[in-house]
């Protein structure tokens, strides 16, 4: 498909990333997405809140208090058969989401759905079709999805073949521009240790699939011919497969984007635990978090390290004690604030916390339920994520800019709006006019020119049911 080869990420990485290159995404507000969707039935109250023409609920919170996609049955059947709970697997920060939920009770029958949290719609993903049945996706975390970088509101799902295995060679993948699904075979492919599923992002114009026992596999799925590279963890970090417990991997490691680089996490001096299901360890007073940036995905030095932090003075923090948070007992990693990769979280139990990792200080404490039918162990960064929203889904406050804090700047979800793409892309435009005298603007001057561009008038999402005529009129 020379086409796709013609729009390589690559070559559109300016018009994709243009607005992180100037600095806006730093702004944007986020919630702590929790990974299992809320489904309700016709009779329950939030139920009663999806309204006529659209498919979810989107229950949108400030962190750290959670955020959940909420789904009707229509969606999910039977959405406890068999520990088969619908799941998030991948989110983009234009507001889109694929997540699959099982159909049918006594089999597999898994489904896969693009959300737009625009138009709060769910599209099904067409099935692979026979002829490729081999390459069918798997309900695994290890399905990517990339925006086109020049073609606006268009997406590529994609999941590496074999799923398991210690070599890849086939990308199967969707096109929402051509409706179809199609293979790639990659023109080069590293050996490897058989690879886990611990997420897929998209960053700089790649989608790059994460193991963090090893490390990531990262090509440009534009390409004709994807090139497909291997990307250790830091020296000193890659696991012997002899002593992988990959049930503790996501309690103490993850890899997620902040500040628009990809960040490594983990909580390192723990004895790897013989019982498969037992909490997180307590004692150590030497366990310590530490975080690498990649900064040089293809030359000798991937990583640099930035910060080592001991739990003993995590523990000392006069906050992390009126929290109520237990002493001595090291948390489970939750994610990074993707404006602040100084702030990591973390879960005690349903305690969902901030802790500033230069200052050794808690930040503020939530509870966070992944899902009441499911324990404690699910308490971690393998079912919450932080989901960074479009502009498109704000609402301009200038007083949100004097915020304190490591959330200087951001914006709280009571400000969020709904907006269509080519509501933003005007805004958007007229601001570049507007602006094209001055050499730099503050957060709060774009703000406030924002401000004074929008329509004056917006219906929230989350308004009372007298206002639900207005919403339904929503694009």
């Given at each position: 498909?020379?086409?796709?080869?013609?729009?390589?990420?690559?070559?559109?990485?300016?018009?994709?990333?243009?607005?992180?290159?100037?600095?806006?995404?730093?702004?944007?507000?986020?919630?702590?997405?929790?990974?299992?969707?809320?489904?309700?039935?016709?009779?329950?109250?939030?139920a009663q809140?999806?309204?006529?023409g659209?498919d979810?609920?989107?229950?949108?919170?400030?962190?750290?208090?959670?955020?959940?996609?909420?789904?009707?049955?229509?969606?999910?059947?039977?959405p406890k058969?068999?520990?088969?709970?619908?799941?998030?697997?991948?989110?983009?920060?234009?507001?889109?989401?694929?997540?699959?939920a099982?159909?049918?009770?006594?089999?597999?029958?898994?489904?896969?759905?693009?959300?737009?949290a625009?138009?709060?719609?769910?599209?099904?993903?067409?099935?692979?079709?026979?002829?490729?049945l081999?390459?069918?996706?798997?309900?695994?975390?290890?399905i990517?999805?990339?925006?086109?970088?020049?073609?606006?509101?268009?997406?590529?799902?994609?999941?590496?073949?074999?799923?398991?295995?210690?070599?890849?060679?086939?990308?199967?993948?969707?096109?929402?521009?051509?409706?179809?699904?199609?293979?790639?075979?990659?023109?080069?492919?590293?050996?490897?240790?058989?690879w886990?599923?611990?997420?897929v992002?998209?960053?700089?114009?790649?989608?790059?699939?994460?193991?963090?026992?090893?490390?990531?596999?990262?090509c440009?799925?534009?390409?004709d011919?994807?090139?497909?590279?291997?990307?250790?963890l830091?020296?000193?970090?890659?696991m012997?497969?002899?002593?992988?417990?990959?049930?503790?991997l996501?309690?103490?490691?993850?890899?997620r984007?902040?500040?628009?680089?990809?960040?490594?996490?983990?909580?390192?001096g723990?004895?790897?635990?013989?019982?498969?299901?037992?909490?997180?360890?307590?004692?150590?007073?030497?366990?310590?978090?530490?975080?690498?940036?990649?900064?040089?995905?293809?030359?000798?030095?991937?990583?640099e390290?930035?910060?080592?932090?001991?739990?003993?003075?995590?523990?000392?923090?006069?906050?992390?004690?009126?929290?109520?948070?237990?002493?001595?007992?090291?948390?489970?990693?939750?994610?990074?604030?993707?404006?602040?990769?100084?702030?990591?979280?973390?879960?005690?139990g349903?305690?969902?916390?901030?802790?500033?990792?230069?200052?050794?200080?808690?930040?503020?404490?939530?509870?966070?339920?992944?899902?009441?039918?499911?324990?404690?162990?699910?308490?971690?960064?393998?079912?919450?994520?932080?989901?960074?929203?479009?502009p498109?889904?704000?609402?301009?406050?200038?007083?949100?800019?004097?915020?304190?804090?490591?959330?200087?700047?951001?914006l709280s979800?009571?400000?969020?709006?709904?907006?269509?793409d080519?509501?933003?892309?005007?805004?958007?435009?007229?601001?570049?006019?507007?602006?094209?005298?001055?050499e730099?603007?503050?957060?709060?001057?774009?703000?406030?020119?924002?401000?004074?561009?929008?329509?004056?008038?917006?219906?929230?999402?989350?308004?009372?049911?007298?206002?639900?005529?207005?919403?339904?009129?929503?694009?």
């Open positions: 498909m020379s086409s796709e080869a013609a729009e390589s990420s690559r070559a559109g990485q300016v018009e994709e990333s243009g607005e992180e290159k100037a600095g806006w995404s730093r702004q944007r507000p986020w919630v702590a997405l929790v990974s299992v969707p809320v489904v309700v039935s016709n009779e329950d109250e939030q809140k999806i309204l006529p659209t979810v609920l989107l229950d949108f919170q400030d962190p750290p208090r959670p955020s959940y996609l909420v789904l009707p049955e229509r969606i999910v059947p039977d058969f068999d520990n088969c709970f619908p799941y998030i697997v991948a989110t983009h920060p234009s507001g889109r989401l694929i997540f699959h099982t159909q049918s009770r006594g089999n597999l029958n898994t489904a896969y759905f693009l959300c737009d625009h138009s709060r719609t769910a599209t099904r993903l067409p099935d692979v079709p026979v002829s490729q081999r390459f069918n996706l798997r309900p695994r975390r290890s990517g999805l990339i925006a086109y970088p020049r073609r606006t509101g268009h997406y590529i799902v994609a999941q590496l073949h074999p799923t398991s295995s210690t070599r890849h060679d086939t990308l199967l993948y969707y096109s929402t521009h051509t409706h179809e699904w199609a293979v790639k075979r990659l023109a080069s492919s590293p050996d490897h240790k058989p886990g599923a611990h997420g992002f998209s960053h700089d114009g790649m989608l790059w699939w994460v193991d963090v026992a090893y490390g990531m596999l990262t440009d799925p534009f390409a011919l994807p090139h497909l590279r291997f990307v250790p830091p020296f000193g970090s890659e012997d497969d002899a002593v992988v417990h990959r049930v503790f996501d309690q103490r490691r993850c890899v984007p902040s500040e628009g680089k990809l960040r490594y996490v983990e909580i390192r723990l004895p790897l635990p013989h019982d498969p299901t037992a909490a997180v360890s307590s004692l150590p007073d030497y366990a310590a978090v530490c975080m690498w940036t990649l900064v040089d995905p293809e030359g000798p030095n991937h990583w390290f930035e910060y080592e932090a001991p739990f003993s003075e995590i523990w000392a923090d006069e906050g992390y004690i009126k929290a109520g948070l237990p002493p001595q007992k090291v948390p489970a990693l939750a994610l990074v604030h993707p404006n602040n990769h100084a702030v990591v979280y973390f879960f005690h349903t305690s969902l916390f901030a802790v500033d990792m230069r200052a050794r200080r808690v930040l503020d404490c939530e509870e966070c339920l992944i899902d009441h039918h499911l324990q404690l162990q699910f308490q971690t960064s393998r079912f919450v994520d932080a989901w960074e929203l479009p498109t889904l704000l609402r301009i406050d200038p007083s949100a800019a004097g915020m304190e804090g490591p959330e200087d700047g951001e979800m009571t400000d969020l709006m709904w907006g269509s080519e509501e933003l892309a005007s805004l958007m435009s007229q601001m570049e006019l507007k602006s094209q005298a001055d730099e603007l503050s957060l709060v001057e774009l703000m406030n020119m924002l401000k004074d561009l929008a329509p004056s008038s917006e219906s929230s999402p989350w308004s009372s049911p007298s206002d639900a005529s207005d919403q339904a009129d929503e694009p």
